[in-house]
Nanobody, 127 residues
Framework: QVQLVESGGGLVQDGGSLRLSCAAS????????LGWFRQAPGKEREFVAA????????DYSDSGKGRFTISRDNTKNTMYLQMNNLNPEDTAVYYC????????????????????WGQGTQVTVSS
């Protein structure tokens, strides 16, 4: 069974940057759409970014547009989220997720479109 492991979270100051990674083990990322979500304390898990199976399409939440960049390297079974100009509202646990095999529908912003999730990595932005 595939396992997803996020890394790269941490504490950063307002305006800083972080690069999150998501690595798959026991499975592959090839031919699967992938996504990033986040959950702040007391809030619902929300969509952050998604990337299609071949990286031909990407999508971002309104809060992430212009600041976040999602990418993937299928040869390494790894996905990334480059986050720039972070602010305290970005503080949350960030989760990566894998969608369904050969699913070409788009966009991919709903949690129920993803079958496997990582355990999350904490991102804290101090003011």
């Amino acid at each position: 069974q595939v396992q997803l492991v996020e890394s790269g979270g941490g504490l950063v100051q307002d305006g800083g940057s972080l690069r999150l990674s998501c690595a798959a083990s026991g499975g592959t990322f090839s031919n699967y759409p992938l996504g990033w979500f986040r959950q702040a304390p007391g809030k619902e898990r929300e969509f952050v970014a998604a990337i299609s199976w071949n990286a031909g399409r990407t999508d971002y939440s309104d809060s992430g547009k212009g600041r976040f960049t999602i990418s993937r390297d299928n040869t390494k079974n790894t996905m990334y989220l480059q986050m720039n100009n972070l602010n305290p509202e970005d503080t949350a646990v960030y989760y990566c997720a894998r969608g369904r095999l050969y699913d070409r529908s788009w966009p991919k912003t709903e949690r129920n479109e993803y079958d496997y999730w990582g355990q999350g990595t904490q991102v804290t932005v101090s003011s």
